[in-house]
């Protein structure tokens, strides 16, 4: 089994900054990609950011510029730097990772338990 643990939540003022990780630890071979959604109140979860293993990243119109997805493979982790935060930025933030592992091999798809990012104006 897998398990993904998030961190780094908070209250921020907007124009602050917050750092999201999250590290995934079991039977992990490797990850095929990695990402960041978030759901906000009454709202569909959204894609917020994500990155392959060759490094190649997405992000959602409303963060370029302004979030940062990283990935450390060695320690299992990706991370989230969140810049110029802004109060519409404020959700429950969901780590995701496409994971290939155990043995034999397989692929599945995990969920972090999420953490909450709140901006003031």
């Known amino acids: 089994q897998v398990q993904l643990v998030e961190s780094g939540g908070g209250l921020v003022q907007a124009g602050g900054s917050l750092r999201l990780s999250c590290s995934g630890s079991?039977?992990?071979?490797?990850?095929?990609?990695m990402g960041w959604y978030r759901q906000a109140p009454g709202k569909q979860r959204e894609l917020v950011a994500t990155?392959?293993?060759?490094?190649?990243?997405n992000y959602d119109d409303s963060v370029k510029g302004r979030f940062t997805i990283s990935v450390d493979g060695a320690k299992n982790t990706v991370s989230l730097q969140m810049n110029s935060l802004k109060p519409e930025d404020t959700a429950v933030y969901y780590c995701?990772?496409?994971?290939?592992?155990?043995?034999?091999?397989?692929?599945?798809?995990?969920w972090g338990q999420g953490t909450q990012v709140t901006v003031s104006s």
């Open positions: 079991g039977s992990i071979i490797t990850f095929n990609t």
């Open positions: 995701n990772a496409d994971v290939l592992w155990g043995f034999p091999p397989r692929r599945t798809i995990y």
């Open positions: 990155i392959l293993t060759s490094g190649d990243t």
